[in-house]
C-alpha cells in the first residue's frame, strides 16, 4: 500500500473530545479533510462550525454521560483524547482540590474516555492518539498540575498500548507551542509571539493543523506499526537557556 493511500480515513468514524477550537479544532478540520467521518465534543458547541464535523455536547467529566455518548455511536475507528488545558495558577496561589480538577481534565477524562471507548476500538482495530505536551517532559511552573497530568497520560497510554495490543493501538502526541486563536493569552501580542516564535529551532509556533497531520499520521494505516509512541510536535524543541547566557557573556 502506498502512502497516498495509507493515510486515507475514508469510512472511518472520528471522535475529537473538546474539539471547538484551537488544537483540537484544527485536529477535527484535519482528520475530516482525510476523508473520516468526524464527530467532536465538549460541553458547547463551536463558535463558529467547522466544516465536514458533526458535534454532540457532552460532559467529559461525567462518567456517565461519556460512556452513555460512546454506546450511542454506531462504530468508532479512532479516539483523539484532546480536551485540556489549564490556566496559569502557581502552587500556592490555588488549594489542592483545584489543582486536581487540572489533572481529573488532562489525565482521568482520557482514561474515562479511552475505557468507554475500548469496545467500539477492539472490534474496528483501531487507535487513540492522546494529546500531550511538552509541559509533561519538563519542569512546568505556573502550570506544575498540568505537567505532571501530561507526563501521567503518555505512561498511561504506554500502559494502555501493551495492556490492549493487538487490538488497539495507543500512541502520544508531545505538543509545543502552538499558534491559536488564543495565543495572545499566553504569549502575549504579536511582538512577544514573534519574540517567543525565535525560542524554537524551526522559527515559528505549531499551527493547529500540523498537530492535526501528525494525529492523523498516527491513526492511519502508515503508522499500523507504531503503538505505544510519543511522537515530538514541537519544531525542535526549545533553545537552551544556556546558549543565550552563554553568548551574552562572550559578547561583554
Keep these: 500500500m502506498d502512502n497516498v493511500d495509507a493515510m486515507d480515513l475514508g469510512g472511518r468514524t472520528v471522535v475529537v473530545t473538546g474539539g471547538t477550537r484551537g488544537v483540537g479544532a484544527g485536529i477535527a478540520q484535519t482528520f475530516a479533510r482525510a476523508g473520516a467521518q ?18 454532540v455536547s457532552v460532559d467529559l467529566r461525567d462518567a456517565a454521560a461519556v460512556h452513555a455518548f460512546f454506546d450511542a455511536l ?34 482521568t477524562v482520557p482514561l474515562t474516555a479511552s475505557i468507554a ?3 467500539h476500538l477492539k472490534r474496528a482495530k483501531g487507535s487513540v492518539v492522546m494529546i500531550g505536551s511538552v509541559s509533561g ?24 498500548a501493551v495492556e490492549w495490543a493487538p487490538d488497539i493501538r495507543v500512541n502520544t502526541l508531545v505538543v509545543g507551542m502552538v499558534r491559536t486563536e488564543l495565543a495572545h493569552l499566553h504569549y502575549g501580542g504579536e511582538e512577544s509571539i514573534a519574540a517567543v516564535a525565535r525560542t524554537v529551532p524551526l ?19 502508515a503508522a499500523a506499526y507504531i503503538s505505544g509512541a510519543s511522537l515530538l510536535v514541537h519544531g525542535g524543541g526549545e533553545l537552551p537557556a544556556f546558549l543565550d547566557a552563554a553568548t551574552a557573556n562572550k559578547e561583554k
Design 117 to 119: 471507548a475500548y469496545e
Design 38 to 55: 468526524v464527530v467532536v465534543c465538549a460541553r458547547r458547541p463551536p463558535e463558529v462550525p467547522l466544516e465536514g464535523t458533526d458535534f
Design 74 to 107: 454506531p462504530r468508532l475507528d479512532v479516539l483523539v483524547n484532546n480536551a485540556g488545558g489549564t490556566p496559569y495558577r502557581p502552587l500556592t496561589q490555588a488549594d489542592a482540590e483545584r489543582h486536581a480538577r487540572v489533572i481529573e481534565l488532562n489525565l
Design 203 to 221: 522559527g515559528r509556533l505549531a499551527q493547529p493543523s500540523d498537530i492535526g497531520e501528525a494525529a492523523v499520521f498516527l491513526a492511519s494505516d
Design 137 to 160: 517532559t519538563r519542569p512546568s511552573p505556573g502550570s506544575a498540575a498540568y505537567g505532571a497530568a501530561k507526563a501521567g497520560l503518555e505512561n498511561l497510554a504506554r500502559s494502555m
